[in-house]
């Protein structure tokens, strides 16, 4: 079947503008993770849904960013203000039950965000 | 709090030859462990986990890793290296003691080159 998809897969914002970044996951999977890999780091977990729920937020660096799953399937991360420090990697990966404390997470290909 | 540490930022191994990727980890609680591998423009990939149970992993691809709680390690192995196994390693630790925190925490990851 197919795996998490992420669009765009490229995006090339001027400092200011707001950027929307969609994660579809595998159909049914619950857990839904949003993770910022900076250039030679490994991921960094920003956001968790279960469901439709936003159980932590801790990860997001400011209040420019913000998160979304209304639906329990498709997630946006919205960026608002971009900064040249958000320049990175945004990541999404699923997994197929709840916390997915000890499951594998499924990645998709990633979003590369470009500010300049 | 979790943290996990790739020591090398990069390997080399001559094809043919067994591979070693080294990761070290901290905990409150006990480590749910995870291997991922990332190749280029493409998310990570699992590997392989350790959850409980025997100290020695199997996972895909012919890798394995070995959980040593003494010197809180989980050294990623593989007994013949391919070329195609070249690639950027990462591994990523949460504490089954950080109860209603979701984080993956990874490393910074170790790139392997595999020489033919």
């Known amino acids: 079947g197919a795996g998490v998809s992420q669009s765009p897969r490229y995006k090339v914002a001027k400092r200011g503008q707001d950027v929307a970044l969609r994660c579809d996951p595998i159909s049914g999977h619950v857990s839904l993770f949003w993770y910022q890999q900076a250039l030679g780091q490994g991921p960094e977990f920003l956001t968790y849904?279960?469901?439709?729920?936003?159980?932590?937020k801790s990860g997001l660096p400011s209040d420019r960013f913000f998160a979304e799953r209304p639906e329990g399937s498709v997630s946006t991360l919205k960026i608002q203000r971009t900064q040249q420090e958000d320049s990175a990697v945004y990541l999404c990966a699923s997994s197929l039950v709840t916390g997915g404390f000890f499951n594998e997470q499924f990645f998709g290909p990633g979003t590369r965000l470009t500010v300049l | 709090a979790q943290s996990v540490a790739q020591p090398e930022d990069q390997v080399n191994v001559a094809e043919g030859n067994p591979l070693t990727v080294k990761c070290t980890y901290s905990?409150?609680?006990?480590?749910?462990l995870f291997w991922y591998v990332q190749y280029p423009n493409r998310g990570l990939q699992f590997l392989l986990k350790?959850?409980?149970?025997?100290?020695l992993v199997k996972g895909s691809y012919g890798f394995e890793a070995e959980f040593n709680k003494s010197q809180t390690s989980f050294h990623l192995k593989k007994p013949s290296a391919l070329v195609s196994d070249s690639a950027l390693y990462f591994c990523a630790v949460r504490d089954d003691a950080g109860a209603g925190s979701y984080q993956l925490t990874f490393g910074k990851g170790t790139k392997l080159s595999v020489i033919p």
């Open positions: 905990v409150s609680g006990n480590p749910y």
């Open positions: 350790y959850i409980t149970g025997d100290n």
């Open positions: 849904f279960q469901n439709e729920a936003q159980l932590d």
